[in-house]
């Protein structure tokens, strides 16, 4: 079992950036592809990217391409989420979610865990 915590939403302005933090304990999540998700009330949940387990690859939604990047540090098992250029449309719930051992994840589907989730809100 994995489990799943993200930190480092809040509050900021357009323009402005955001770090947002996704650290796993269970077991280690090296070998896991980590997505991070985003979801409004209402609407449902939305990839914003990933990085992959085999070469760190990453991918982004063209919505937040060239703005967030995404990192990971396995000898900590974490995972980082940098999102620069915020816009008022960035306003969500931002999650973390993991993959199984050796698995890829393209959609929500893909993904075995998850944390709770971090509130990040972009004023205009």
């Known amino acids: 079992q994995v489990q799943l915590a993200e930190s480092g939403g809040g509050l900021v302005q357009a323009g402005g950036s955001l770090r947002l933090s996704c650290a796993a304990s269970?077991?280690?999540?090296?070998?896991?592809?980590m997505g991070w998700f985003r979801q409004v009330p209402g609407k449902e949940r939305e990839f914003v990217g990933r990085?992959?387990?085999?070469?760190?690859?990453?991918y982004f939604s063209d919505s937040v391409k060239g703005r967030f990047t995404i990192s990971r540090d396995n000898g900590k098992n974490m995972v980082y989420l940098e999102m620069n250029s915020l816009k008022p449309e960035d306003t969500a719930v931002y999650y973390c979610?993991?993959?199984?051992?050796?698995?890829?994840?393209?959609?929500?589907?893909?993904?075995?865990?998850w944390g709770q989730g971090t509130q990040v809100t972009v004023s205009s």
């Open positions: 979610a993991a993959t199984g051992l050796f698995k890829f994840g393209v959609v929500a589907e893909d993904y075995d865990y």
């Open positions: 269970g077991r280690t999540v090296s070998r896991s592809d």
């Open positions: 990085i992959s387990w085999s070469g760190g690859r990453t």
